[in-house]
């Protein structure tokens, strides 16, 4: 079975900037999570979508973060404008009936 | 005060060694907890999933859930290298509640 698919695996871009990320879940998973991981930090929830709908975006900073779920399959997560404090592993994970998460190997972020 | 709190060591052992990894909480809703290991440049790997209190066996790994204390742990015996990695635990509510994840602990198994 493949496992939950994200690209790109690394970025660097420059503060101000805007960036784009891919999330592709298990198939038949219903749920999708974008997970922010700060460097030495456990993650933490920015947004859950259940098929194509948003369930909870209460840490999302919607000023600048947005994220989509077209067709209740794949995903994606934008960043604009980037700042410094957004440099971080971006972990989108998935699940079939919001009991077991699993988890992609996240895209690495750094802001400059 | 956080709503999970987990030492982030780094705790080292010698292989073969017991390891015990804690994670305390305040939340009292809590009913679901999980522990997921993360190796470098990886994402997080379910290990343990438990519901309300008790223990929970897996081969070498053994979950246990405290809801009197609010502490939750998860023993390693027999630890290998292959162990080494970072430790997550992680709870929630209810079936549809957010996942709130501990800080992790970094664990190096040498040997």
């Known amino acids: 079975e493949a496992g939950v698919a994200q690209s790109p695996r690394y970025k660097i871009i420059e503060k101000r900037q805007s960036v784009a990320f891919w999330c592709n879940p298990i198939?038949?998973?219903?749920?999708l999570y974008w997970y922010q991981q700060i460097l030495g930090q456990g993650p933490k929830l920015l947004i859950q979508?259940?098929?194509?709908?948003?369930?909870?975006d209460s840490q999302l900073p919607k000023d600048r973060f947005s994220a989509e779920r077209l067709k209740g399959v794949d995903s994606t997560l934008k960043i604009q404008p980037a700042k410094l404090e957004d440099s971080a592993v971006y972990l989108c994970?998935?699940?079939?009936?919001?009991?077991?998460?699993?988890f992609g190997s996240g895209t690495q972020l750094s802001v400059l | 005060q956080k709503e999970v709190e987990q030492d982030p060591g780094p705790l080292s052992v010698p292989e073969g060694a017991i390891v015990s990894l804690n994670c305390t909480y305040s939340?009292?809703?809590?009913?679901?907890f999980m522990w997921y290991r993360q190796y470098s440049r990886k994402g997080p790997e379910l290990l343990m999933y438990?519901?309300?209190?008790g223990n929970k066996e897996d081969g070498r790994f053994t979950a246990q859930v405290d809801k009197s204390s609010k502490y939750i742990s998860l023993f390693i015996r027999d630890s290998q290298p292959s162990d080494s990695a970072t430790y997550l635990c992680?709870?929630?509510?209810?079936?549809?509640?957010?996942?709130?994840f501990g800080q992790g602990t970094t664990l190096q198994v040498k040997p």
């Open positions: 198939s038949g998973h219903a749920t």
């Open positions: 438990t519901y309300s209190s």
């Open positions: 994970a998935s699940s079939y009936h919001n009991e077991k998460l699993f």
């Open positions: 992680a709870m929630k509510a209810g079936n549809t509640g957010k996942l709130i």
């Open positions: 939340n009292s809703a809590f009913q679901y």
């Open positions: 979508f259940q098929n194509n709908g948003v369930v909870d």
